[in-house]
T-cell receptor, first 112, second 114 residues
Framework: KQEVTQIPAALSVPEGENLVLNCSFTDSAIYNLQWFRQDPGKGLTSLLLIQSSQREQTSGRLNASLDKSSGRSTLYIAASQPGDSATYLCAVVNNAGNMLTFGGGTRLMVKP | DARVTQTPRHKVTEMGQEVTMRCQPILGHNTVFWYRQTMMQGLELLAY????????DSGMPKDRFSAEMPDATLATLKIQPSEPRDSAVYFC????????????FGSGTRLTVV
């Protein structure tokens, strides 16, 4: 059974710092991996989708990498801003299925 | 922007009452998921449908939960009777037939059972 872990569970940084959020998964037979952002009391907003054949995806200040063989993904946020404060979730789709398996999330606070 | 629409946004009900949550997937998406989010368990899959047929509902307590897709534009999740432990945020997500395009989530229904 696929298990997804995100470390750290919470992170507080001063504005302007570059930061890395980590995601690991136990079964490397994934189809793709998706990073989401969730603001308090809100739904999930898709940030980046990485196919299993890809190594990274970029969108603005966000860069997600994928190392399928080692079961790891990172989300890099450059020049963090207070508006980046949210919970970041990673989720994988296995080769054998369609559903997303989620990690527990990293709660990020960027202080002005 | 195409979006997944969930109603109601909030629901407070008394224990034992029936609760129905609705989801309108993105037009053209043929795969629909129901997830539940709690502080303790995070996001858990309850059920999912493809072309309106249920493919997996193993995450759902079947004695009280039921999920259906009466047509391609509506998915429903019912709880009868509701219990306080059902208090959570229920999310619907939809996806096109190919897994290549990721999943789009609705804003969720926050359910409180008192």
């Amino acid at each position: 059974k696929q298990e997804v872990t995100q470390i750290p569970a919470a992170l507080s940084v001063p504005e302007g710092e570059n930061l890395v959020l980590n995601c690991s998964f136990t079964d490397s037979a994934i189809y793709n991996l998706q990073w989401f952002r969730q603001d308090p009391g809100k739904g999930l907003t898709s940030l980046l989708l990485i196919q299993s054949s890809q190594r990274e995806q970029t969108s603005g200040r966000l860069n997600a990498s994928l190392d399928k063989s080692s079961g790891r993904s990172t989300l890099y946020i450059a020049a963090s801003q207070p508006g980046d404060s949210a919970t970041y979730l990673c989720a994988v789709v296995n080769n054998a299925g369609n559903m997303l398996t989620f990690g527990g999330g990293t709660r990020l606070m960027v202080k002005p | 922007d195409a979006r997944v629409t969930q109603t109601p946004r909030h629901k407070v009900t008394e224990m034992g009452q029936e609760v129905t949550m609705r989801c309108q997937p993105i037009l053209g998406h043929n795969t629909v998921f129901w997830y539940r989010q709690t502080m303790m368990q995070g996001l858990e899959l309850l059920a999912y449908f493809r072309n309106r047929a249920p493919l997996d509902d193993s995450g759902m307590p079947k004695d009280r939960f039921s999920a259906e897709m009466p047509d391609a534009t509506l998915a429903t999740l019912k709880i009868q009777p509701s219990e306080p432990r059902d208090s959570a945020v229920y999310f619907c997500a939809s996806a096109p037939g190919s897994r290549d395009y990721g999943y789009t989530f609705g804003s969720g229904t926050r359910l409180t059972v008192v």
